[in-house]
Nanobody, 119 residues
Framework: QVQLVESGGGLVQPGGSLRLSCAASGSIFSINAMGWYRQAPGKQRELVARITRSGSTNYADSVKGRFTISRDNAKNTVYLEMNSLKSEDTAVYYC?????????????WGQGTQVTVSS
């Protein structure tokens, strides 16, 4: 069993910053790609940023230059540094990881953390 636990969400004013963290635990052999997705009310879940085990990254156009994804492989943790936040960044942010365990490779999700950008 694999668990992903997110932290770091909250309420922030426009222009502010937040840092999200997501720690994976359980019977993990290895973690391949990790990423952050978000879902705003009435909208579909969308990719925000993704990072491979070797550190290659890709970002949604809407967050390029403002958000930075990173990971600590020794801690099985992925981070999302969010700067210059806008009201349109308000959403529930979900951590995702492609994890290899004894029974195979699967896609795992965290429970989500709310990010609200408002004055």
């Amino acid at each position: 069993q694999v668990q992903l636990v997110e932290s770091g969400g909250g309420l922030v004013q426009p222009g502010g910053s937040l840092r999200l963290s997501c720690a994976a635990s359980g019977s993990i052999f290895s973690i391949n790609a990790m990423g952050w997705y978000r879902q705003a009310p009435g909208k579909q879940r969308e990719l925000v940023a993704r990072i491979t085990r070797s550190g290659s990254t890709n970002y949604a156009d809407s967050v390029k230059g403002r958000f930075t994804i990173s990971r600590d492989n020794a801690k099985n943790t992925v981070y999302l540094e969010m700067n210059s936040l806008k009201s349109e960044d308000t959403a529930v942010y979900y951590c995702n990881a492609v994890v290899t365990t004894a029974i195979g490779t699967g896609d795992y999700w965290g429970q989500g953390t709310q990010v609200t950008v408002s004055s």
